[in-house]
């Protein structure tokens, strides 16, 4: 292994700030009882304070009220209440049309994939060459039967962030249910559900450097969610389960570290890194809008050469990133993003993931591109396509 | 997990590149995953035989298909021709200490990309060309079309990379 470490994947899992560790920490060892009622033992009564305390912290951050945010066990967990809980609620009372767009993140997409086996209809937006919805056909599409539309915040692979606003807009003036992934934007990008008019909002933990298996849902007042996941009456009885205490207070105490500052040094580093591996590495796209995206993502495809080879080659030199090559996956399925935004399967083969965090300097993007032009000439090299030796 | 082996052929390839004015020129690819391979030979007749004198590959693709391509020109060199479209899947990955199981398509592509060289060869030579190798021929140019590639792309020169 090499000595030094770039870990250059923040979107997929961040490293936990100490920060965060020693605000949980309490929780495992001192205050480890079950969140009472207030009429409870002393114990239980301080637990319940922490979980409520990190509620206000996280619904803050939203602009929601206290009881509009639930605590769930990460992003897939609040994406399936999200869709199936709507579904379970309105499917037999208002249609049973669901919206959601072809680049949807796994828990949003596999959702809406289990959904039509149950008997929903879905339609899949459409995307442009940057990875932004169609809005015609999404005001096409809405019809007295749907019952949810589901547009992700900001794609988790190219980055790009859709126009919620007016998404949230449309949704509201055909008034039919609108909920969003924010798993990549949260903290990141400012969100005020007083602004953008959705009415559910999925946020995670672990993008922050908070936690992992812990996420959360914002639910607007009055919107329809069923519940089912049974057992207890926590989370204002919409989701049954022990209060993951030290998870939810690690989740605000990240969401406290977050800065605007950090977020501009994020911003930077990526900047930086589409500059100059554009400039100094022929044949190179940029995957996803080249402004309008996340502060932390950086997607480039690399022409004539596989991804899986780059990673690989890049991790003997200490760098983790990751790609959209079907070599790569274990489905061997090339990214479903890439191939929406017409990206043919050259592209997505030789697509990489750059994503940043709090642990990142300059010098880790330097010197990523400096090992790329190296490793990118030689597999070219050996590559049948493109120029000859 | 890699083997060792295919660690040491996908970082260090054997017989990497292309030969000037090959006697056959093969080309494989993959229309799942879009890994493509060249390989070019040279051929040599010594008592009525006919040797493969010297083998080069070109290989865009994961780990596994470059070492499955180094490892293929490594099985197919000095063999002759009857011998090497004999060359299987499971010998380039037993000689590589073994593949992935999801991996195990990229070592039939090796195969495929080696006998489309020696089937070049030989219908260019008017040899008569045996019923499986015709067989697999047709099969590799269908899957290989598959990937949007053919022959002229790889032989088309793209100006200015790096």
């Given at each position: 292994?090499?000595?030094?470490?770039?870990?250059?994947?923040?979107?997929?899992?961040?490293?936990?700030?100490?920060?965060?560790?020693?605000?949980?920490?309490?929780?495992?060892?001192?205050?480890?009882?079950?969140?009472?009622?207030?009429?409870?033992?002393?114990?239980?009564?301080?637990?319940?304070?922490?979980?409520?305390?990190?509620?206000?912290?996280?619904?803050?951050?939203?602009?929601?009220?206290?009881?509009?945010?639930?605590?769930?066990?990460?992003?897939?967990?609040?994406?399936?209440?999200?869709?199936?809980?709507?579904?379970?609620?309105?499917?037999?009372?208002?249609?049973?049309?669901?919206?959601?767009?072809?680049?949807?993140?796994?828990?949003?997409?596999?959702?809406?994939?289990?959904?039509?086996?149950?008997?929903?209809?879905?339609?899949?937006?459409?995307?442009?060459?940057?990875?932004?919805?169609?809005?015609?056909?999404l005001k096409?599409?809405i019809?007295?039967?749907?019952?949810?539309v589901?547009?992700?915040?900001?794609?988790?692979?190219?980055?790009?962030?859709?126009?919620?606003?007016e998404i949230g807009r449309i949704c509201r003036e055909k008034k039919t249910?609108f909920?969003?992934?924010?798993?990549?934007?949260?903290?990141?990008?400012?969100?005020?559900?007083?602004?953008?008019q959705?009415?559910?909002?999925?946020?995670?933990?672990?993008?922050?450097?908070?936690?992992?298996?812990?996420?959360?849902?914002?639910?607007?007042?009055?919107?329809?969610?069923?519940?089912?996941?049974?057992?207890?009456?926590?989370?204002?009885?919409?989701?049954?389960?022990?209060?993951?205490?030290?998870?939810?207070?690690?989740?605000?105490?990240?969401?406290?570290?977050?800065?605007?500052?950090?977020?501009?040094?994020?911003?930077?580093?990526?900047?930086?890194?589409?500059?100059?591996?554009?400039?100094?590495?022929?044949?190179?796209?940029?995957?996803?809008?080249?402004?309008?995206?996340?502060?932390?993502?950086?997607?480039?495809?690399?022409?004539?050469?596989?991804?899986?080879?780059?990673?690989?080659?890049?991790?003997?030199?200490?760098?983790?990133?990751?790609?959209?090559?079907?070599?790569?996956?274990?489905?061997?399925?090339?990214?479903?993003?890439?191939?929406?935004?017409?990206?043919?399967?050259?592209?997505?083969?030789?697509?990489?993931?750059?994503?940043?965090?709090?642990?990142?300097?300059?010098?880790?993007?330097?010197?990523?591109?400096?090992?790329?032009?190296?490793?990118?000439?030689?597999?070219?090299?050996?590559?049948?396509?493109?120029?000859?030796? | 997990?890699?083997?060792?082996?295919?660690?040491?052929?996908?970082?260090?390839?054997?017989?990497?590149?292309?030969?000037?004015?090959?006697?056959?020129?093969?080309?494989?690819?993959?229309?799942?995953?879009?890994?493509?391979?060249?390989?070019?030979?040279?051929?040599?007749?010594?008592?009525?035989?006919?040797?493969?004198?010297?083998?080069?590959?070109?290989?865009?693709?994961?780990?596994?298909?470059?070492?499955?391509?180094?490892?293929?020109?490594?099985?197919?060199?000095?063999?002759?021709?009857?011998?090497?479209?004999?060359?299987?899947?499971?010998?380039?990955?037993?000689?590589?200490?073994?593949?992935?199981?999801?991996?195990?398509?990229?070592?039939?592509?090796?195969?495929?990309?080696?006998?489309?060289?020696?089937?070049?060869?030989?219908?260019?030579?008017?040899?008569?060309?045996?019923?499986?190798?015709?067989?697999?021929?047709?099969?590799?140019?269908?899957?290989?079309?598959?990937?949007?590639?053919?022959?002229?792309?790889?032989?088309?020169?793209?100006?200015?990379?790096?």
């Amino acid at each position: 292994m090499p000595e030094k470490t770039s870990y250059l994947d923040n979107a997929a899992a961040t490293r936990l700030d100490e920060r965060v560790m020693d605000a949980m920490k309490p929780y495992f060892f001192d205050i480890y009882a079950v969140a009472t009622s207030e009429f409870g033992y002393s114990l239980g009564i301080e637990a319940r304070e922490a979980v409520d305390n990190s509620r206000n912290i996280i619904a803050n951050a939203l602009g929601a009220d206290s009881d509009e945010f639930i605590f769930t066990s990460g992003s897939t967990e609040s994406g399936n209440i999200a869709l199936k809980g709507v579904a379970l609620a309105l499917g037999n009372k208002k249609g049973k049309h669901i919206i959601v767009s072809k680049i949807e993140d796994f828990p949003v997409l596999q959702s809406a994939k289990a959904l039509e086996k149950q008997g929903f209809f879905v339609t899949y937006l459409n995307v442009d060459k940057d990875g932004f919805v169609d809005l015609e056909q999404l005001k096409e599409s809405i019809t007295g039967e749907t019952i949810l539309v589901s547009v992700q915040h900001a794609n988790q692979e190219i980055g790009t962030v859709q126009d919620i606003e007016e998404i949230g807009r449309i949704c509201r003036e055909k008034k039919t249910f609108f909920h969003t992934d924010a798993t990549h934007t949260f903290a990141r990008l400012p969100i005020d559900v007083k602004k953008i008019q959705a009415d559910m909002i999925t946020v995670s933990a672990n993008t922050i450097h908070g936690p992992k298996g812990v996420g959360g849902l914002y639910i607007r007042k009055e919107t329809p969610v069923a519940k089912w996941m049974d057992g207890g009456f926590q989370e204002f009885n919409l989701r049954a389960g022990q209060e993951n205490i030290p998870g939810a207070v690690g989740f605000a105490k990240a969401v406290e570290l977050v800065t605007p500052e950090e977020n501009a040094k994020l911003k930077d580093m990526r900047d930086r890194l589409i500059d100059l591996v554009l400039e100094k590495i022929p044949h190179t796209t940029l995957n996803g809008h080249r402004t309008k995206r996340t502060p932390q993502n950086a997607n480039i495809t690399f022409h004539f050469v596989e991804g899986e080879s780059l990673t690989l080659h890049l991790d003997m030199r200490g760098f983790s990133v990751s790609t959209g090559s079907a070599c790569f996956s274990r489905s061997l399925e090339s990214s479903h993003v890439i191939r929406g935004i017409g990206g043919d399967h050259e592209r997505a083969h030789g697509s990489l993931r750059f994503t940043f965090g709090r642990y990142n300097s300059m010098d880790d993007v330097d010197s990523v591109v400096s090992a790329l032009e190296d490793i990118v000439r030689s597999l070219r090299k050996i590559s049948p396509l493109g120029k000859k030796d | 997990m890699y083997s060792e082996k295919v660690i040491d052929h996908f970082t260090n390839p054997r017989n990497a590149g292309e030969l000037k004015n090959p006697d056959g020129v093969g080309l494989a690819g993959n229309p799942v995953c879009g890994d493509v391979m060249k390989i070019t030979i040279k051929v040599r007749k010594e008592n009525c035989k006919d040797f493969i004198d010297d083998v080069k590959f070109k290989t865009m693709g994961c780990a596994a298909a470059i070492a499955t391509s180094s490892m293929v020109t490594e099985l197919a060199k000095g063999k002759t021709i009857n011998d090497a479209m004999k060359i299987t899947r499971i010998d380039i990955s037993d000689a590589l200490c073994g593949l992935p199981q999801v991996k195990m398509h990229c070592s039939n592509l090796a195969a495929d990309a080696l006998n489309e060289a020696i089937y070049d060869y030989m219908s260019k030579r008017n040899l008569t060309i045996p019923d499986d190798l015709e067989s697999r021929h047709k099969k590799t140019i269908k899957e290989t079309e598959g990937t949007g590639h053919k022959h002229d792309d790889a032989d088309a020169p793209v100006d200015e990379c790096g």
